[in-house]
């Protein structure tokens, strides 16, 4: 059956679909204006204040990539278990990935916590920027555990099929967020209400990017928090227990790992990748590595949709594949990446006629805003490709298949972007532009890689454990 082939119960999966993605991709959306406010808010402290909170955003997305390994991991099974009806073993997989998670995120803070005030260092910080990055990172690492238990618990909810949850507790860590940094970061000040002309005086604690940091390392905190209390005392299908934290079962963890690790790897090695991008970005100067900051998060609006789909696209073809229902993990998996590619070409145009407008919500340096104008209408060209990469690779989670996603990583930014912005930057002279060349590059080679995994099927004679 081609790619394109519906069948007649097309309504029927087009419901599941969006049952699932639309609360997801509503989450999403939440982060990224909140994300888009965030750095606005920074953006209007200065062009030096935006360079050392994005030099550290590389190093936020590494070890974000640690809580990938059970994130993905207890996903998988517990949505399996729940394809299988097999409450008990989901329950038990629910608890063995947030036990096991805890004894990881506490060794990454610790180490993280005591190594911050060198890290932005290593990652090339002019001496202008030092101070505020190391401030910003140590804060932020205060969070870790909380806020990674969180994920991991959001990502058991995901896989019972509750996106619903989620995305309400992102909405209140998000506005609080917001707030946080209305009250954290400007000094107190006289504000004037324009319609009737009264003014009043807000309290400000004037901390700055220090500020920025506080606020978003409590709504983080909180939120992680927020999620583990809804899993031990809500009325989930399987709610859980905290006596029975700790009481690992070898074969459990052993799928969890088999599934999650390279899952974790697949982010290590963009991760890690992504450190020295952003040295060769940060060679270039404080206004390329503000704009390269800026325009990344703008570009962020160009992924939401497709990360919802994937989330339902691992979602649904898990439980489909633990019930026994190839035909409809197949099915399942098609209208997603149908979806996606719809959804790339839609955000690519954006990105290509509306540069401007977006860099202009962050800063109102004409420096920065062209050179972020250049890059993200480099990016838009292979935003089908992008998205359709991201919904292809929770197909294939579903499916338990994390091996090829990790391999299209590999082969993506250590063979391609990392030696072609190299060249574009330091051979070609290419600047801000060269480095998203390189970007571009490295996005089709994994579209390619993990779009062929896909057409082959392979995915959908996973083996499938539930009775262990």
Known sequence: MGIFVMTMKTKDYLRDT?????????????????????????????????????????????????????????????????????????????????????ILFTIIFILIFFLSPHIPKWLGAESEILQDAVSYLRIWTIAIIPMFLGRTASSILRGIGNTKMPMAVAFFINILNIIGNFFLIYNTRVVTIPIIGTEFTIWGANLGVTGAAIATSLSNALGGIIMLYLLFNGSQIIRLNLKDLFKFEKILLKHIFKTGAPATGQDLITETGQVLYQKMVASLGTIQVAAHHLATTAESLSYMPATGFSVAATTLIGQALGAGKKKDAENFGRICFILSIFAGLFSGIMLYVFPKQLMYLFSKDLAVINEGVGALRIIAFVQPLFNATIVLTGVLRGAGDTKIPLYAALGGMWFVRLISAYIFINVLNWGLKGAWLGMLLDLSIRFIIVFYRYIKKDWLNAKIIVDD
């Open 18 to 102: 969006f049952r699932i993605a639309v609360p997801s991709i509503i989450e999403h959306i939440a982060n990224v204006v909140v994300g888009f406010a965030d750095t606005m808010m920074v953006a209007t402290l200065g062009t030096v204040a935006t360079a050392a909170v994005g030099i550290n955003a590389t190093v936020t997305w590494f070890l974000m990539a640690f809580s990938t390994l059970f994130a993905v991991g207890t996903t998988v099974q517990v949505a399996q278990s729940i394809g299988a009806n097999n409450h008990k073993r989901a329950k038990r997989a629910a608890i063995n990935g947030l036990s096991g998670g805890f």
